[in-house]
């Protein structure tokens, strides 16, 4: 008998301990669901677990390792379809994101009045012809010749911000840019192989590209909208343009592509590397700028062709090292100037919080006597 209760209140125990923990995931996944049911709530819920530093090292991650994969789906598999290669990431990424919304993960939209369609709409069909034109010039140019193009993003993006917005940047911020832009192209000048058509597409990339970091950032910042959300209005738009792109920019021979099971893995793995990369970036973009994201690009350039040389004994030449060392170098500069003026931004704008505490009259502190005494017979008769 003593062993039979000895026995009955273990398993009561532990069907306590089940309970608990049952309760806790409850709670856990109704507090998850509250905080995505609005738009105000689900922005505080990114910016608290996904801050610059993470934001940007999550995209980094993504960036080299979806490099590998389309190395592998374009070399090897002969996937030789850009255009369509993109328009299957962002399907699936549509997909995914469908898949979300029916299990309630999907954060809330701001209301459709915050922000017009045009916005929306705009964003979609850069988006199409930035990365649409990204993979077709990194099909028909050399790499070095597509990071040369890269470089010219970041004075557009500066440009752009300074007519659409005003915003400029300080002298010491343009110093260490201009010290990444020239190390880059030293780090790259080595490879500068294209065509006409090739060079005409990385041209008409440069402004789609700066247009589409600005206004996901500034939507992101400007109002409550979340990387996922935002992605949710403005990928079926996307999906449309790549449509109509796909018949001038793909080569022909689309149908004919031998879509068996080892194929097919390695697109869809390019594929949900790609919905990675857009969120990683979408984040990336919230949490820092336009510019600092390209500057971030360019960082993966330099690594790949500094690791490529510490670990796989490739050569690329004195110079070419000696670029990618100045590139980091004035990314390191860059990126400490921005968080500098991350930390003083929030003073400026707060000046009230670093004021002294102006002294109380006798008046004043006599009122607040008689109000703290109210409110103490007040709760007394509660």
Not at 6 to 35: C, P, Q, V, W
Not at 99 to 128: E, I, N, R
Request: proline share 4%; with cysteine; glycine share 6%.
């Amino acid at each position: 008998m003593g062993l039979w209760r000895h026995a009955r209140k273990f398993i009561k125990r532990k069907y306590s301990d089940a309970g608990e923990a049952g309760r806790a995931l409850e709670e856990a996944r109704g507090t998850l669901y509250n905080d995505l049911r609005t738009s105000e709530s689900a922005k505080r819920l990114q910016q608290r677990f996904c801050g610059p530093v993470v934001a940007m090292s999550f995209n980094f991650m993504v960036a080299v390792s979806i490099i590998l994969a389309n190395k592998l789906v374009m070399g090897k598999v002969g996937f030789n379809y850009p255009i369509f290669l993109t328009l299957i990431h962002y399907t699936v990424s549509w997909t995914l994101m469908a898949l979300f919304k029916g299990l309630s993960w999907l954060p809330a939209s701001p209301p459709s009045k915050s922000t017009p369609f045009s916005s929306l709409f705009s964003l979609g069909f850069v988006m199409a012809l930035s990365n649409g034109l990204a993979n077709t010039s990194l099909k028909h140019n050399s790499v070095g010749f597509y990071q040369m193009a890269k470089i010219a993003v970041t004075p557009t993006i500066v440009l752009t911000e300074f007519i659409l917005f005003g915003k400029t940047i300080s002298y010491n911020k343009v110093m260490a840019l201009a010290i990444v832009s020239v190390g880059v192209a030293v780090a790259t000048v080595t490879d500068l192989e294209f065509n006409v058509f090739g060079a005409c597409i990385a041209i008409a990339w440069i402004v789609p590209s700066a247009v589409n970091k600005i206004l996901w950032s500034n939507l992101q910042q400007q109002s409550n909208w979340t990387a996922l959300a935002l992605m949710w209005k403005t990928t079926p738009v996307t999906i449309f343009f790549l449509l109509a792109l796909m018949p001038w920019l793909d080569p022909p021979g689309v149908l004919s592509f031998q879509w068996n099971v080892t194929n097919s893995s390695a697109i869809l793995v390019s594929a949900a590397l790609g919905f990675l990369l857009q969120w990683s970036g979408a984040l990336a973009l919230g949490a820092t700028s336009a510019t600092s994201h390209v500057v971030l690009g360019q960082f993966k350039t330099c690594v790949i062709l500094l690791g490529g040389y510490l670990l796989f004994n490739s050569d690329p030449g004195l110079m070419s090292l000696c670029g990618a060392v100045a590139a980091l170098g004035g990314m390191s500069v860059y990126t400490s100037l921005s968080i500098n003026e991350t930390k003083e931004t929030p003073a400026k704008q707060n000046p009230s919080q670093n004021q002294p505490a102006k002294p109380k009259t006798d008046v004043e502190d006599d009122e607040e006597k008689a109000d703290v005494k109210s409110v103490k017979s007040v709760s007394s008769t509660d």
